[in-house]
């Protein structure tokens, strides 16, 4: 089983949509999550840190199920620019370190 | 512009021949990291240092080998090179000890192909 699981879509959304990507992590003491986004063949940026009480950054908000070991990211009003691949990221609780999903591909079409 | 700076971006070697990737940061963190990135397989760690002066290894280490050279850089050597090792290579630092309470800084990647 992956340490972090990601359905890889593609999401092909119109614009003006709300669309959600969940993540599943497989160790119970990651203390440390993130979704991180990644254009085409760039590297990848932090977006946003996700905190047990949830947490919003304009269009953009994070949910954390710790229960469940599930992390989300929803999307209101999709422009064309929010096409990209998103990362969810966990922490390693072993060695510190941060473990990657494979990501979740959005394409946001006029 | 404050950062990672990866080179170079792109490099094509023939089977068993070496090469080193160079990382450095002017952020002042003291961990840095070694990715590589292949289609459907997310990020996997090579190598990381989580000081000056310290390595370890990630998930995939077999065929690489690190060095620290000080707090700025950090190199990602391929010894003798093979076709699996072709990917995207990305370095990375961090502000805080791996556990990335704020992140982590991304290089641009290095594009590498081995024939």
């Known amino acids: 089983r992956k340490e972090v699981e990601q359905d890889p879509g593609p999401f092909n959304v119109p614009e003006g949509a709300t669309v959600a990507f969940n993540c599943t992590y497989s160790n119970s003491a990651s203390q440390s999550f993130f979704w991180y986004r990644q254009d085409c063949r760039k590297e990848p940026k932090l977006l946003m840190s996700?905190?047990?009480s949830g947490n919003e950054d304009g269009r953009f908000t994070a949910q954390l199920n710790r229960a469940s070991q599930y992390i989300s990211l929803l999307i209101r009003d999709s422009k064309l620019s929010d096409s990209a691949t998103y990362l969810c990221v966990v922490n390693a609780p072993y060695g510190n370190k941060l473990v990657f999903g494979a990501g979740t591909i959005l394409r946001v079409k006029s | 512009n404050a950062g990672v700076t990866q080179t170079p971006k792109f490099q094509v070697l023939k089977t068993g021949q070496s090469m080193t990737l160079q990382c450095a940061q002017d952020?002042?963190?003291?961990?840095m990291y070694w990715y590589r990135q292949d289609p459907g397989m997310g990020l996997r760690l090579i190598y990381y240092s989580a000081s000056e002066g310290t390595t370890d290894k990630g998930e995939v280490p077999n065929g690489y080998n690190v060095s620290r050279l000080n707090k700025r850089e950090f190199s990602l050597r391929l010894e003798s090179a093979a076709p699996s090792q072709t990917s995207v290579y990305f370095c990375?630092?961090?502000?805080?000890?791996?556990?990335?309470?704020?992140?982590?800084?991304f290089g641009s990647g290095t594009r590498l192909t081995v024939v």
């Open positions: 996700v905190y047990s």
């Open positions: 952020m002042n963190h003291n961990s």
């Open positions: 990375a630092s961090s502000e805080v000890t791996g556990t990335g309470g704020f992140g982590y800084t």
